[in-house]
């Protein structure tokens, strides 16, 4: 059997990768809508076609920090905080607040007071990074999912296609 160019190699490997993010997305979206936003959020997309791309957008918005994660599991926990400041800066500024405290009691973190006020200070600082970089973007992020793609991460992003007014 001849053997394959590495240019056509590439070619498959990027097709696999296609076909295994199309099959990502497609678990999102039926995630989303079996979760808890389902029926409350009619609006959600993934990937609308002329939007921008909620991943792209929340990969920008998280640019500062991803040198501090080095593993699958950092890096999603480092999403999860990132969504939930996204989600809350679309809040009225009282109900930013509210929500963050509530969010993040004492309890929480069975009583650690300097870990409460680290994670704190880093959604206020996220909550400001939103506001200050991507003002005009007001989409409610529903769920994300990551994938690990070879020696990098695939990450798809479920999102209400119009500007929500929570």
Known sequence: MPRQSKEFQQLLRQKQQDKENQTNLRQ?????????????????VIEPPGAEKMSEVLED????????????GAHRRLL???????????????QQ??????????EMFEGDIEMQQEIKKLVYEMIERRQKYFPKIKRFIADFSLK???KSFHLSVASTLLDTQL
């Open 28 to 44: 999102l979206a039926q995630k989303v809508k079996q979760g808890e936003f389902g029926e409350s959020i009619s609006q959600v």
């Open 61 to 72: 918005f998280i640019e500062p920090y991803i040198n501090e994660v080095n593993n699958l």
């Open 80 to 94: 999860e905080l990132a969504v939930t400041a996204w989600n809350t800066s679309l809040l009225p500024r009282l």
């Open 97 to 106: 607040r509210e929500t963050v405290e509530k969010l993040f009691n004492l």
């Open 148 to 150: 690990k793609a070879g």
